[in-house]
């Protein structure tokens, strides 16, 4: 049986040695420091390395931004020994859909955009490492995740705020549309690629439905002064929903949570 590596130490990371048997999680770091007795195993590789998104709001050190999300990858995958790797699951952002035209633009609030750009150039870092050695590769593009220790998605935010009574920004109104898995849903999915034979490529991972912020926020009986709506100085996309027909034809389909089971929990986390 292939010895499954996971990069990333974050929630997604956590939660999947738990549940992917003969798996170990390393730091991208760590990772590297052990390169040589990891080459002779035969293998796969998932890779979550990237910056940590409860960081992104305030850069302090492009260098370190740099290093977090392209320059520890590359430096992976010139020291691998690719005879002895099957497969490498890259996890990749829906946010990388929000690249558009209005990327030139000037204004970067939260730095979202850098973040996007970086996860797309590390999709197409991997996919041409992967055709040109012959490693079979999927890039998983994962929609808005909740669940788990998670601290940084929107649900966790609403429902903090729900027990806190503290404010949240809430852009475009609470009208834009979005895709939000639990990460024992995604967990599952990956649990099948490793199992199944996939053809190489991009796969968006998510439920297929979209719900409004605004139906959310309703849901968890938030008072308006918990509420600043804010306008955002460039214009975002106001439906992100997967598309996931491409993956379910090459593994079986799952059965999601729903999200309002999950909102209506007493549990901020799980």
């Given amino acids: 049986m292939n010895k499954t590596f996971i990069i990333g130490t974050g929630n997604l990371s956590s939660t999947l040695q738990k549940r992917i048997v003969n ?45 977090k999300t392209l320059s520890e990858i590359a430096k992976i995958l010139d020291l691998l020994n690719c005879n002895n790797v099957d497969k490498i699951i890259y996890t990749s952002s829906a946010s990388v859909y929000g690249l558009n035209d209005k990327i030139t633009n000037l204004e970067d609030e939260n730095n979202r955009y850098i973040y996007s750009a970086f996860k797309l150039s590390a999709e197409l870092l991997i996919k041409n490492f992967c055709k040109k050695k012959k490693i079979n590769f999927i890039i998983c593009r994962v929609f808005n995740i909740y669940g788990g220790k998670d601290k940084f998605s929107l649900i966790h935010k609403l429902k903090k705020i729900a027990n806190n009574n503290k404010k949240i920004i809430i852009y475009n109104s609470g ?52 509420l600043v709506y804010k306008k955002l100085p460039t214009s975002e996309i106001s439906t992100s929903v997967a598309n996931n027909k491409n993956l379910f034809r090459q593994i079986k389909k799952i059965k999601f949570n729903k999200i309002k089971i999950f909102l209506n929990s007493r549990k901020i986390n799980g």
């Fill in 23 to 67: 798996s170990k999680i390393y730091s991208a770091k760590k990772f590297l420091k052990n390169i040589d007795s990891i080459n002779k195993r035969k293998k796969n590789i998932i890779i979550n390395s990237f910056y940590s998104s409860t960081k992104l709001k305030t850069i302090t050190s492009y260098e370190i931004f740099v290093k």
């Fill in 175 to 226: 009208k834009s549309i979005r895709d939000f898995i639990y990460i024992d849903n995604v967990v599952t999915i990956y649990s099948l690629i490793l199992k199944k034979k996939i053809t190489s490529g991009l796969y968006d991972v998510g439920t297929g439905k979209g719900i409004k912020i605004i139906d959310l926020i309703r849901e968890l009986n938030l008072k308006k002064v918990n």
